[in-house]
């Protein structure tokens, strides 16, 4: 999670409005978006094919384990899938913002279960009345449109199986992946300004003037004067993004999800033998900053071996490491690229 809140205005007292629209593309005439249609099918192909492979890559290990292993058995999920399933709007209280970047799952769920009762109407009404879907929705499950505190209640029970069942196994990984882009992006914000690292989140996203437009399917105006925006990464949603009202938050695909499910990196060359193949695979893992779960979990290693492994890179200056809240995040010093002779893919 990265917040980005507005900045004072030149006056006293004054705010810098920052407006953020959620629209689609603007009407064009026919023959315009023909031609354009006929230009980008070459394009079109190309990206099918890549689109393909990379989502293969991501969740085919994920998948094989959970119809291999039968999780979904028993979990009785029906209700939140449905409203999971919902094409445009799902109700905000169900995906509260994370507070800060350490935030656990527990914490999250029971903010959910503090949602006011006027609010899970107000928000379950929009999602379930308002549209078809919706409707067939709530006809076949009728349970949503019940008492709003039962409903919120079960639907935080069908979370938290969900997240025991079909996340938690894996979380260490996941985990990994989304603190790696999140330590991306605050030095992206530090060192290239809001435009840059807005522009670069997605194709789908993009700043302008003093106003950020996301294209997705609902088409809403959000005024973020005096409240900020919450930047999400997400390891599931490529390659879509979304947006939330309540508080403002825009979810993006993180970086480096292309290589979730890839075996632990290994180390070429003769660096194996001059610092041990384990430290070698270490350093070679820390193209992208990691914190010591993130490592381990890059490396297929214990968080005690991970630690201990990186306290002996940071004596050797070879790592340094700086902690941030409850977590460590590590990253090669100039030694550190010059010995690994490799740097991150992905900038």
Not at 89 to 118: H, K, M, V, W
Not at 236 to 241: C, H, K, M, T, Y
Not at 271 to 279: C, D, E
Request: proline share 8%; glycine share 10%.
């Amino acid at each position: 999670m990265v917040a980005l809140t507005d900045s004072p205005g030149d006056g006293p007292g004054r705010a810098a409005a920052i407006r953020v629209e959620f629209a689609g593309p603007a009407r064009q005439d026919r023959l315009t978006v023909l031609i354009r249609l006929i230009l980008a099918v070459p394009h079109f192909i190309c990206l099918g094919i890549a689109g393909l492979a990379t989502q293969i890559t991501i969740v085919g290990g994920w998948l094989v384990a959970l119809v291999m292993g039968r999780r979904l058995a028993g979990l009785e999920l029906e209700p939140l899938a449905a409203l999971l399933r919902l094409p445009g709007y799902q109700p905000d209280f169900l995906n509260p913002p994370p507070q800060g970047p350490c935030t656990e799952f527990g914490t999250e769920l029971e903010q959910l279960t503090r949602t006011p009762s006027s609010r899970v109407v107000a928000e379950l009404g929009q999602a379930l009345h308002a549209t078809p879907a919706g409707q067939a929705a709530l006809r076949a499950h009728p349970e949503l449109g019940g008492e709003p505190e039962k409903v919120r209640d079960a639907l935080a029970g069908m979370l938290r199986r969900a997240w025991q069942a079909l996340v938690q196994p894996w979380w260490s990984r996941l985990r990994e992946v989304l603190d790696a882009d999140i330590t991306f992006r605050a030095r992206q914000l530090a060192d290239a300004g809001v435009a840059v690292t807005l522009n670069d989140l997605d194709p789908k996203i993009r700043w302008r003037e003093g106003r950020l437009r996301v294209a997705v399917r609902a088409s809403e105006r959000c005024e973020l004067t005096g409240r900020g925006l919450v930047l999400m990464p997400s390891v599931f949603g490529w390659p879509q993004v979304a947006v939330m009202y309540d508080p403002p938050a825009v979810v993006y695909p993180a970086r480096g999800i292309a290589r979730l499910w890839q075996p632990p990196p290994t180390a070429g060359g003769a660096l194996p033998q001059l610092i041990g193949r384990t430290r070698a695979a270490i350093l070679t893992a820390l193209a992208d900053p990691a914190t010591t779960s993130g490592v381990a979990a890059r490396c297929g290693l214990s968080i005690a071996t991970a630690s201990e492994h990186l306290g002996v890179l940071r004596a050797a200056k070879l790592v340094t490491s700086t902690r941030t809240g409850r977590s460590v995040t590590h990253e090669r010093t100039a030694l550190g690229v010059a010995l690994s002779g490799r740097e991150d893919p992905d900038r």
